[in-house]
């Protein structure tokens, strides 16, 4: 089976300009979730999308938001990049039972400058 | 929201040495998750463990689900050059609810 893929792995933006990722779950998954990561905050939860809903969201301003299509694929996107966007994004898919284990892609780098 | 303290921060040990970390909450939580990090890659699932008191090994690595549910801890005996990575904990409650994670130990192997 094939794992999470994340595209594109690495990008660079400027301030101000939008940027959007995509992330393919593993075949079956219909949860996917997203993370940012930057160096001594850990992993901070986005949100999370199931069967094209949105299901949980985290403390992320409005300028972050995500979509999940009918074969689970999902995108996100950040609108208006500030400086400190630029983090590792991961995106993790998990099946329906047991529903609480996730599994990672590799991430998306996005620098912003 | 739900926090979870990991520690150590980081460490630094010697190829052959064992590692002991640990993940404390001030909630219960019903699913433990350990997971390790390489450079540049995703977190990889190391080890889920699911009842209080659970004791589970993967290999070289032993973790434990802590008998009040607001703890667990990850042993690697005789560690070696690959171990390097930053080992995360995860906790899960019920429901729906997202997987809440530690801030990570770094872990460096002086051969």
């Known amino acids: 089976k094939a794992g999470v893929t994340q595209t594109p792995r690495y990008l660079i933006k400027t301030r101000g300009q939008q940027v959007t990722l995509s992330c393919s779950p593993i075949?079956?998954?219909?949860?996917v979730s997203w993370y940012q990561q930057t160096p001594g905050q850990g992993l901070q939860f986005l949100f999370e999308?199931?069967?094209?809903?949105?299901?949980n969201k985290g403390n992320f301003p409005g300028r972050f938001s995500g979509r999940q299509f009918s074969n689970s694929r999902s995108e996100m996107n950040v609108s208006t990049l500030e400086l400190g966007d630029s983090a590792l994004y991961l995106c993790?898919?998990?099946?329906?039972?047991?529903?609480?284990?996730?599994?990672f892609g590799a991430g998306t780098r996005l620098s912003v400058l | 929201g739900q926090q979870l303290n990991q520690s150590p921060q980081s460490m630094f040990i010697q190829e052959g040495e064992d590692v002991s970390m640990n993940c404390t909450s001030s909630s219960i939580f019903n699913t433990w998750l350990w997971y390790k990090q390489d450079p540049g890659e995703g977190p990889v699932l190391l080890i889920a463990l699911y009842k209080a008191g659970e004791l589970t090994s993967n290999g070289r690595l032993t973790a434990q689900f802590g008998i009040t549910r607001k703890d667990s801890f990850l042993n690697i005996s005789a560690s070696i050059p690959s171990d390097v990575g930053i080992y995360f904990c995860a906790g899960w409650n019920s429901g729906n609810t997202p997987l809440v994670f530690g801030k990570g130990t770094r872990l460096s192997v002086i051969a």
């Open positions: 993790a898919s998990s099946p329906d039972r047991p529903k609480n284990i996730q599994y």
């Open positions: 999308y199931f069967s094209e809903t949105q299901r």
């Open positions: 075949s079956g998954h219909r949860s």
